[in-house]
């Protein structure tokens, strides 16, 4: 299995294969069972962990290999329509994918831009409000006039000249989450 999008589709076959037998299967019910299939407890750990990464190479100085991948912050929403509002039109991220268990549960959805992704979540337990999420990039001037352009209601962030590591663009969110842009000094 290549990623989530693969268990996506795994899901959706054994949707349609009980509904050829008769058997009604939510969505969801499906993305559940496909995650227990893969020793996941559930699809929002399964769509956090799985992705395009080839699988671990055992490093031949140690018996067991352990091996890192870039992690994926989880940050608190409350509102939908606001939160997208700001990930996508504002900060001009796209939404890969979202969840809910049913159509009045919570939402959990990953949004991306470049190769940073967030998992959006508004499930109690999965974040507190108030985190910050500190991003290395490239382009700190061009994010800023493409922010300051959108002429956002809610925001106009300024650049900070020394911040800690660089150049700095902190992004708060509606939901009192702030994302810390940080360009490296040359």
């Known amino acids: 299995m290549r990623g989530f999008r693969d268990a996506k589709l795994m899901a959706k076959s054994l949707r349609e294969a009980m509904a050829a037998r008769q058997v009604p299967l939510p969505h969801s019910e499906a993305l559940e069972?496909?995650?227990?299939?893969?020793?996941?407890?559930g699809?929002?750990?399964?769509?956090?962990?799985?992705?395009?990464?080839p699988p671990d190479t055992p490093n031949p100085d140690s018996?067991?290999?352990v091996r890192l991948q870039m992690g994926i912050p989880i940050l608190r929403i409350?509102?939908?329509?606001?939160?997208?509002?700001?990930?996508?039109?504002?900060?001009?991220?796209?939404?890969?994918?979202?969840?809910?268990?049913?159509?009045?549960?919570p939402l959990y959805m990953q949004v991306s831009r470049s190769s940073l992704q967030l998992h959006l979540s508004e499930h109690h337990g999965d974040a507190s409000p108030g985190s910050t999420v500190f991003v290395w990039m490239q382009g700190i001037d061009a994010l800023h006039a493409e922010l300051?352009?959108?002429?956002?209601?809610?925001?106009?962030?300024?650049?900070?000249?020394?911040?800690?590591?660089?150049?700095?663009?902190?992004?708060?969110?509606?939901f009192g989450n702030r994302i810390r842009f940080c360009e490296k000094p040359e």
């Open 43 to 53: 699809w929002n750990v399964l769509a956090a962990k799985v992705g395009g990464a």
């Open 33 to 41: 069972i496909v995650a227990r299939q893969f020793g996941y407890d």
């Open 78 to 105: 409350f509102d939908e329509t606001k939160a997208k509002e700001f990930y996508l039109d504002f900060l001009g991220f796209r939404m890969d994918w979202d969840h809910r268990f049913a159509p009045s549960a």
């Open 148 to 174: 300051i352009g959108k002429r956002y209601t809610y925001s106009r962030p300024g650049i900070e000249e020394d911040g800690p590591g660089g150049r700095s663009l902190q992004v708060p969110d509606p």
């Open 63 to 65: 018996v067991a290999a």
